[in-house]
């Protein structure tokens, strides 16, 4: 597949359950209590967002998107479903539900990786210094997910100038190009802004595909995305030493 002819798929997505758990709790909603239209609104938004990235989006999650759109028409109306007790049934009961359920799951196997797993079923990456190897067990330092990842690159978008905003020409760019211009970016630096990585981005193509190549170097484990706090900036940082062979593959 040519670099220009993107269609990506990224694992990171563990299903709709997972977005939506974790919209409610970035927006500290009461998950008893959800509000779903801010939610489905923000949960749409998501959506729009992968499709313009051409990331491949499953049919569970248009589903869910459905499913949203059909508990917030419900809840404009009055309710008459009512349980064995006589109570009104809750239209966003099942979903509260399916979110616990999943919450649980997610939550028990969490507990189960963090068991002493290292050398035995894992080994680590083999860091070139010392430096590196602290930098990297830090714990003063917080790995980034791919939503917070998508939120701060929709403000990189946002911010492009108002005449590139729909200009989406992929035919020049090559993502391997891409790959080895953000090395060369870090450099001696070791690490710099997100937001950095897009400096002189003329165009949403530019956005994109900089952002691709920089999920590549990830996986690739040649950079590293961090920050801080939950909040605070966002920074990527390179994993490879001053001296190490940096080419892209």
Do not use: C
Not at 63 to 89: F, N, Q, Y
Not at 129 to 151: C, W
Not at 201 to 227: C, H, N, P, W, Y
Request: proline letters at 3%; hydrophobic letters at 45%.
């Amino acid at each position: 597949m040519a670099d220009g002819d993107l269609q990506i798929s990224l694992d990171v997505f563990e299903g709709p359950l997972d977005l939506l758990l974790h919209l409610v709790r970035v927006n500290e909603y009461d998950i008893f209590d959800i509000p779903i239209a801010k939610i489905a609104r923000q949960y749409n938004d998501y959506l729009d967002l992968l499709r313009e990235l051409n990331l491949n989006v499953a049919g569970d999650y248009l589903v869910m998107s459905a499913t949203l759109m059909r508990i917030k028409s419900r809840m404009l109306l009055p309710l008459e479903a009512v349980g064995e007790d006589g109570e009104e049934i809750d239209p966003r009961e099942e979903l509260v539900q399916q979110l616990l359920e999943y919450q649980r799951y997610k939550e028990a196997a969490l507990e189960m990786l963090e068991r002493p797993l290292l050398g035995r079923d894992v080994f680590a990456r083999k860091f070139p210094s010392q430096e590196l190897a602290d930098a990297q067990m830090d714990s003063s330092y917080l790995e980034v997910d791919i939503y917070q990842l998508l939120q701060a690159l929709r403000s990189v978008i946002k911010n492009l100038p108002k005449d590139a905003v729909h200009q989406i020409q992929m035919g020049g760019v090559s993502i391997r190009e891409r790959m080895s211009a953000i090395l060369e970016m870090i450099g001696e630096r070791r690490s710099l802004r997100f937001e950095e990585l897009f400096a002189g981005a003329a165009s949403r193509g530019d956005v994109i595909a900089t952002f691709l190549a920089m999920l590549e170097l990830v996986r690739q484990a040649m950079i590293k995305v961090t920050q801080i706090d939950q909040h605070g900036p966002i920074r990527i940082a390179s994993l490879l030493s001053s001296g190490e062979n940096a080419d892209v593959h």
